[in-house]
Structures are given as structure tokens and as C-alpha cells.
């Protein structure tokens, strides 16, 4: 099938089905990663995945990653520190490590594939958390702040595993250019705070014609396709330098009005197309899995299940009073763009095969399916 065509098919399949789920209280990435699912191989063959997919694959993916990056902002990262810190650890690193001990012991499965496993399925999805959040007002919370402040500890800290895992020569150089590479973006984040009278006045005034805004746009596109360049030029995933480069575009820098020009910009362009493209050309490449494989996709699902009810539980009870508990549990059970993007890059620089992809985007279905939906007609104490 042309390019065109199956872009068609896979575009309005995607938001069709993807609108539908929503009906039912589930993720739309469900039904958008579904909608590959049904029109490629694993079921109705009627799109291949191709090379030029897999490219228009990466760009979306970038502008998807991008704007998780405005979203989250560098303000978060510093808000709730403490608690941010240690609600990521627990809701991320602890079903990681338990889905890393089921796979690797129970499974024999390889390390590198256990790893991928474990961190793909066991990474939040700030996507999908973030909508959550702002979809039920639970942003002037306290603990709907620290969950969102951790799911973005979570997601860098998913990136990092994913690069130290992927690059082949010396990790601790890998961890160096990283740690300088956050230290240097952190540092021009806080320049641009300093002056963000001088940065305001300069994107006001390119505000005030459509030329003037179109030029800004374009800048904070290749501003961020120079961060994603830079770190795959020291071998870490262009993944990561998108959601730093997002985290500079923030509304101190460059004004309220310009901040939502560029974030409504970007929703539109990602939730009418990057995201329903993304996630259904996922889809196209998972396959039937075996009966082996039907067992470890039960068992990492009922897993990750346990491990994110009992961990949203606890906090609850210690520090999210101002929420529901299972509010609080069906928030940190939002799994999406992070995971699947994981999964994507592992297969592409073959880490996993095709199964062990089908079984991290089936999981992340699955647990998408299973938590999130018990926020729909909760109600918050005040």
C-alpha cells in the first residue's frame, strides 16, 4: 500500500477507534494502538509496517515527547522535591523491579530483555497522566502536584536506563555526558529565568505579526531538534533531548500567551495526528504472541497491577489526603507514550524481538485498560 494511503487508513482508524475507547473511560492510546493492531499483519494485513512509517514513526514521536517536556516544565521537578523523589521511587522503581525478577528468574528470559521489560511496563506516562490530572481538576491538589512532579522523575529516569542500556562502549562516559548535559540546561533554564524580562519583551514583539509567530515557532522546533542532536552525537536517544528541550519552553521565559500559542499548537498537531499516527504504527508491529508469552503478558500485568495498587495505596494514606485513595491509585497506573516509545526504540536497535514488543505494548493496554477507568465518577474531598 502507498504511503499516503496507509497513512489514510492508519489516521482515521486510529482516531476513530481511539474516540470510542474514550466513550468507555479508557486511554485513547488503547484504541489508537488497537487500530495497528487491526489493520496490520496481527490481524487484517492490510498495512505492512514499512521503512518510511518507521521514519514518520520518529518525527512523531519527537513532537509527542516535546510536548510532554512543556507540559512538565522544570518548575516540577523542584516542587515537592522530596516527596516527588520518593513517590517516583516507589511507583516506578519498585514494579520495575519486580517485573525484572519475574521475567528474569520465573522466565529466563536475557538481562537486557528483562530490562526493557521492566522499565517500558513499569514507567507512568506523564501523556497520559498529565490529561488525567487536568481532566479532573486535581492539579490544585497537593498530592495531584507530587504525582505529576514524580511521573516526570520517572520518565527521565526511564530515558537514562534506555541510553546506558543501548550505548555499547563505556557507561560511565555515557553517565558523565549526561550529568553535564543536565547540569548545562539547567544552568541556561535559570539564565533565562534571570532574564525573562529581556526573553518576554523579545517574543511580544514577535508576537504581534503572524510572521513574527510562525518565526518563533520554527525556533523552538529546531531548538529542539539541535538538544535531540547534540545527545545523539554522544550516543544517548534523541527521546530524551526532546523532553529537555521541552522543559526550557516554559511560561516565564517566554509569556503566558506565547506559552499556550505553543502548547496549544502542539496538543492540536499531536492529538489530530502525531500521537494517533505514532501509536497505531506501534500497533502494526505487534504480533500473535505464543502460549509462553500469553503467560508472561498475565503474570507482568497482574504484577504491575499489585505493585501500583498497593504503592498509589500507601501514599494515599501518607501523603494524599486531599484525594481519593483510589483516585490516587488510578492515577499512578497511567501508562502510554513513555512505555511504548521504550519498547519502539528497543526493537528498532534490536534489544527485543517481536514478541517481547507485542508483550510490552499488550501490558500497557492492559494496565491502561485496568486502573485509569476508576477515576471516572470519583469525586475529590475539597
Do not use: W
Request: proline letters at 2%; aromatic letters at 10%.
Amino acid at each position: 500500500m502507498e504511503i499516503i494511503m496507509a497513512v489514510l487508513v492508519l489516521l482515521a482508524s486510529a482516531l476513530g477507534l481511539g474516540i470510542f475507547v474514550e466513550l468507555l473511560g479508557m486511554p485513547h492510546i488503547v484504541g489508537e494502538i488497537g487500530a495497528g493492531i487491526i489493520v496490520g499483519p496481527a490481524i487484517l494485513n492490510l498495512i505492512g509496517y514499512a521503512s518510511a512509517l518507521s521514519s514518520l514513526a520518529s518525527v512523531a514521536l519527537f513532537f509527542i515527547i516535546l510536548l510532554i517536556g512543556v507540559e512538565a516544565t522544570s518548575e516540577m521537578l523542584t516542587k515537592n522535591l522530596a516527596q516527588a523523589a520518593g513517590l517516583s521511587i516507589a511507583s516506578f522503581v519498585v514494579p520495575a523491579v519486580l517485573l525484572f525478577i519475574i521475567s528474569y528468574f520465573a522466565f529466563n528470559l536475557p538481562f537486557i530483555t528483562c530490562a526493557i521489560i521492566s522499565i517500558a511496563i513499569g514507567v507512568p506516562s506523564i501523556s497520559v497522566i498529565s490529561v488525567l490530572i487536568l481532566r479532573y481538576g486535581l492539579l490544585r491538589k497537593r498530592g495531584g502536584q507530587t504525582i505529576l512532579a514524580s511521573v516526570v522523575f520517572s520518565d527521565i529516569s526511564a530515558f537514562i536506563i534506555l541510553a546506558l542500556i543501548e550505548k555499547v562502549g563505556s557507561k560511565v562516559i555515557l553517565i558523565v555526558g549526561i550529568f553535564i548535559f543536565a547540569v548545562a540546561l539547567f544552568a541556561l533554564d535559570r539564565f533565562m529565568r534571570k532574564h525573562r524580562n529581556r526573553f518576554n519583551s523579545m517574543f511580544a514583539s514577535l508576537r504581534k505579526t503572524e510572521r513574527g509567530e510562525t518565526l518563533a515557532f520554527g525556533l523552538v522546533i529546531v531548538a529542539g531538534l539541535v538538544v535531540s542532536s547534540l545527545l545523539q552525537l554522544i550516543g544517548i536517544t534523541y527521546i530524551l533531548g526532546a523532553f529537555f528541550a521541552g522543559l526550557l519552553i516554559s511560561r516565564a521565559v517566554v509569556g503566558a500567551r506565547m506559552f499556550h500559542m505553543f502548547r496549544n499548537t502542539f496538543r492540536r498537531l499531536n492529538n489530530s495526528f502525531f500521537i494517533p499516527i505514532f501509536f497505531s504504527i506501534a500497533g502494526l508491529e505487534v504480533s500473535i504472541i505464543s502460549s509462553q508469552y500469553l503467560l508472561l503478558l498475565a503474570i507482568l500485568i497482574a504484577v504491575g497491577f499489585i505493585s501500583i495498587f498497593l504503592v498509589g495505596y500507601a501514599f494515599a494514606v501518607i501523603e494524599a489526603s486531599d484525594m481519593k485513595r483510589m483516585s490516587t491509585i488510578a492515577l499512578l497506573g497511567g501508562r502510554g507514550a513513555v512505555g511504548i516509545a521504550i519498547g519502539s526504540i528497543a526493537l528498532s536497535s534490536n534489544l527485543i524481538n517481536s514478541s517481547i514488543y507485542s508483550v510490552i505494548v499488550l501490558a500497557t493496554i492492559g494496565l491502561s485498560m485496568m486502573l485509569p477507568p476508576f477515576l471516572k465518577g470519583q469525586r475529590f474531598v475539597r
